[in-house]
């Protein structure tokens, strides 16, 4: 399904997150590190490596520590974000450049990277295709895409909540593995990769995650979107919809894709790969 995202929207969220994102992000952070572990057993040596999405620059860091000789571009087109990822980035600055772009216009030239690292971006990408082709552009043929996104299972339990609450989209829809798979070949990568984590958090009530999910800059904003502030009935109907745990509280689903390919030359599409033996069941 795709949902059209308001992009201005987007961008105003997440610059007013910056200062609270690293707080909150504690999934973010757990995705970053399973991304760069699986990185690190591929041994690779880029001589550009790009953090597309790259937040407070967290990631960005990360890449500069695995790879000590690589030049780290941090790209987000929250103007905010960056300027966080600069008053961390320390000794790393001399190799560390940022760039405020949109993921599907990058300001760099063809074929001249190595490595493109995007750890929860592509959920606010729908569809993914224009991201996929500006990554395959800027990437040096055989160089290596590395991502995570959330797939469709993520925050099922809000999303059921506000539809028994009202008719207005308040979570967005994710992509499945298989729409992302035959994008990856549609954009010129081969060899892609993918495989699914599904976890469940626990909150002490609707509000718990609604905040967190705000102080990260995860607000609604697709296009048709309720305009204005919710009323405190269709609120009070949410709440009542979501289920309790049996434990107490509330439980959050969420379901992360693990996307991994090289870049090739344009060819017919070909059948992609789903790591079935990786599919991991749900965890508490």
């Avoid at 790393?92 to 001249?112: Q, V």
């Amino acid at each position: 399904m795709i949902i059209e995202v308001d992009h201005g929207a987007m961008r105003r969220s997440f610059d007013a997150a910056s200062g609270s994102y690293d707080a909150f992000a504690r999934l973010q952070a757990e995705t970053r590190a399973e991304l760069l572990e699986r990185l690190a057993m591929l041994r690779l040596a880029p001589g550009i490596a790009v953090d597309l999405g790259s937040g407070t620059g967290a990631g960005a860091r990360a890449l500069a520590s695995l790879y000590p000789g690589a030049t780290i571009i941090a790209v987000d087109f929250a103007l905010a974000m960056l300027h966080e990822a600069r008053r961390h980035s320390g000794v790393l600055r001399s190799r560390f450049a940022r760039i405020g772009a949109d993921a599907c216009a990058l300001p760099l030239r063809d074929g001249t990277v190595d490595l493109i690292f995007s750890n929860l971006l592509l959920q606010w990408c729908n569809p993914p295709d224009p991201v996929f082709a500006e990554a395959r552009r800027v990437l040096k043929p055989g160089g290596f895409f590395a991502f995570s996104t959330f797939g469709p299972m993520s925050l099922s339990e809000l999303r059921s909540a506000w539809a028994a609450a009202d008719a207005h989209p308040h979570v967005h829809a994710f992509l499945d593995m298989h729409d992302l798979g035959s994008a990856l070949t549609r954009a010129g990568f081969v060899e892609p990769v993918l495989d699914v984590d599904r976890s469940r958090r626990a909150y002490a009530d609707p509000r718990a995650l609604m905040r967190e999910l705000k102080a990260i800059g995860a607000h609604n904003a697709a296009q048709g979107r309720r305009r204005g502030l919710t009323g405190r009935g269709a609120f009070a109907r949410m709440l009542a919809a979501y289920p309790a745990a049996a434990s107490g509280g509330i439980e959050a689903s969420f379901e992360i894709i693990y996307g991994a390919a090289w870049a090739g030359e344009m060819r017919q599409p070909q059948e992609f790969t789903v790591a079935a033996a990786s599919i991991r069941r749900p965890r508490k």
